[in-house]
């Protein structure tokens, strides 16, 4: 039987533009991944963030973060670190983890298909 790891993904996606001011926004999107030994590895159910871009002057585009979702971050964290055994059968497979046996075997198959 498989070993499995759980640990914490994100991706970032364009959320388009705040209703009230107009400022470009960005989505985030938490989600849980397991990952067995051989390096393959599986999505489940994810939590979307929204920032709001504002300008630096000395930067330029800063992501500014929405109040009140650190307590998500620790949460989802929790219960990555709660998890254990095979992920569950409504979570579907993902991009396997580079370098791992599992991905000499299958690369090709994710070459060109979206990460997450």
Do not use: K, N
Request: glycine residues 12%.
């Amino acid at each position: 039987m498989a070993d499995y790891q759980y640990s914490v993904g994100s991706d970032l996606y364009d959320a388009g533009r705040h209703p009230e001011d107009g400022v470009p926004m960005v989505g985030e999107v938490l989600f849980l991944v397991a990952e067995d030994d051989h390096g393959r590895r599986w999505r489940g159910p994810g939590v979307s963030l929204h920032f709001m871009c504002d300008d630096d002057e000395e930067f330029g585009p800063v992501l500014v973060r929405r109040t009140g979702v650190e307590g998500i971050e620790a949460q989802i964290e929790a219960q990555a670190a709660s998890m254990s055994g095979p992920p569950p059968e409504t979570w579907y497979e993902i991009e396997p983890a580079y370098g791992s046996p599992y991905w000499d075997e299958v690369a090709i198959e994710f070459e060109g298909r979206d990460r997450f």
